[in-house]
């Protein structure tokens, strides 16, 4: 099992589950406004169609999409509805227009909900059909932008349930500006290759549950952005991938990961417990640097201003890939504080890992097999 707490850990999540909407009668099919589940029929305005009805309506609302395939452009689910409680149930695949153009020029969305209180998302594939994108953004050409696949704004009170997401242009599932959050069983797949496919990124928002949740991808599978609060992660499997920065791990690049740019900012990271984790050959299974400035580019020379404080790893155990498994490589200007090691076991070729400390304070309690710096 793996944990983490970001920000308070006493106060319980204040988000119920809301009912999953079959609880009410007031079903909007979107084959009734025409929608086509061959996969070919571009279904957008139907689904827009199906929106607007939902969205007007005085009672809570169901939108349900039945098994198939419907092809879906860019499409912004745009609130404040009319009534306290929109379902959204896809029993189906969502699918992307096959010309990675249309959703990479469509302003980084291809699907968006806005505005939307009181708001569950269950089941269904969504496939975002990104791998000649991908191409694209290898070979170096002049590329599209690029589209999230599913975006939450200014969503409070939000179920996401069931997803399996494929093969996003960019990240998979983003959810900015939102409170009181879960999300569980979702599963997300890309490519160890797929460039900038993080899979669930959160940023500006409070009170987030993520549990239950697999997530493969080409880039960090779980990315946390500034101004997040009280982040809760359980159960997550992560690989591969690049970690969740910030957590878990299968042959990833790195593990528990905190970074940030080796430049003048305002801004902190505090009280993040990470909790019971099993790692597997990772990179860097517990690492924070604050000295990231990739190819030498905007902030050589400089020093991080974000603080890290009061950082705790409790029960960490497994086989790091390399001799080195711990890394905390603080700012010169912001030392970290308050790190705290307690009951760490990380081996490496079967001998305790070594460690290195660079402007850090912090402490070590328990058992320790770990050559530690602290
Ligand atoms: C997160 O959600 C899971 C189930 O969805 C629940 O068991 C757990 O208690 C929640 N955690 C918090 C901190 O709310
Ligand atoms: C969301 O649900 C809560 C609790 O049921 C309700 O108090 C609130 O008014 C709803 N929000 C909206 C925008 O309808
Ligand atoms: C969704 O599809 C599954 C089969 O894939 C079916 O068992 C289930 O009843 C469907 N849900 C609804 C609400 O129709
Ligand atoms: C540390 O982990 C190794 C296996 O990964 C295990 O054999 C060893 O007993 C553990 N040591 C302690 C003190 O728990």
């Excluded at 697999?214 to 997550?236: H, K």
């Amino acid at each position: 099992m793996t944990v983490l707490l970001l920000g308070t850990t006493t106060t319980s999540h204040g988000a119920a589950a809301p009912p999953y909407g079959y609880g009410n009668n007031n079903i909007i099919n979107v084959i009734k406004f025409g929608a086509k589940a061959d996969g070919k029929t571009d279904s957008t305005e139907q689904f827009k169609m199906a929106w607007k009805s939902a969205c007007t309506s005085i009672r809570p609302a169901t939108i349900y999409v039945p098994k198939g395939r419907y092809l879906l452009k860019y499409t912004n689910f745009r609130g404040p509805c009319k009534n306290n409680k929109v379902t959204f149930i896809i029993n189906g695949t969502l699918v992307a227009p096959y010309d990675y153009n249309e959703l990479g020029n469509s302003g980084g969305f291809w699907i968006l909900f806005n505005h939307v209180d009181n708001l569950t998302v269950i089941g269904g594939n969504l496939d975002a059909q990104g791998s000649a994108f991908w191409d694209c953004r290898r070979s170096g050409k002049n590329c599209p932008l690029g589209a999230r696949s599913m975006t939450f704004n200014w969503v409070n009170n939000l179920v996401i349930s069931g997803i399996t997401s494929i093969n996003s242009q960019l990240s998979h599932i983003v959810i900015n500006t939102c409170n009181n959050v879960i999300v569980k069983n979702v599963r997300i797949i890309a490519p160890d290759q797929s460039p900038n496919t993080d899979g669930i990124h959160v940023e500006h928002s409070k009170w987030v549950n993520i549990t239950g949740t697999t997530i493969q991808t080409g880039d960090d599978c779980i990315s946390i952005g500034d101004a997040t609060f009280n982040l809760f992660m359980d159960q997550i499997k992560c690989g591969p991938g690049h970690g969740i920065r910030n957590a878990i791990f299968y042959g990833s690049d790195n593990g528990m990961r905190i970074k940030s740019w080796a430049r003048a900012s305002k801004g902190f990271v505090r009280n993040i417990l990470f909790q019971d984790i099993t790692i597997f050959n990772v990179q860097n299974p517990i690492i924070i640097d604050q000295n990231y400035c990739p190819n030498n580019q905007g902030c050589p020379g400089q020093t991080s201003g974000i603080e890290i404080s009061e950082v705790t790893y409790k029960n960490i155990h497994g086989s790091s890939a390399t001799s080195e498994a711990v890394t905390f490589d603080c700012s010169a200007s912001n030392p970290c504080q308050g790190i705290k090691l307690h009951d760490i076991n990380l081996t490496y070729n079967n001998k305790a890992a070594t460690s290195s400390c660079n402007n850090i304070r912090g402490t070590t309690s328990g058992t320790l097999v770990l050559q530690s710096c602290l």
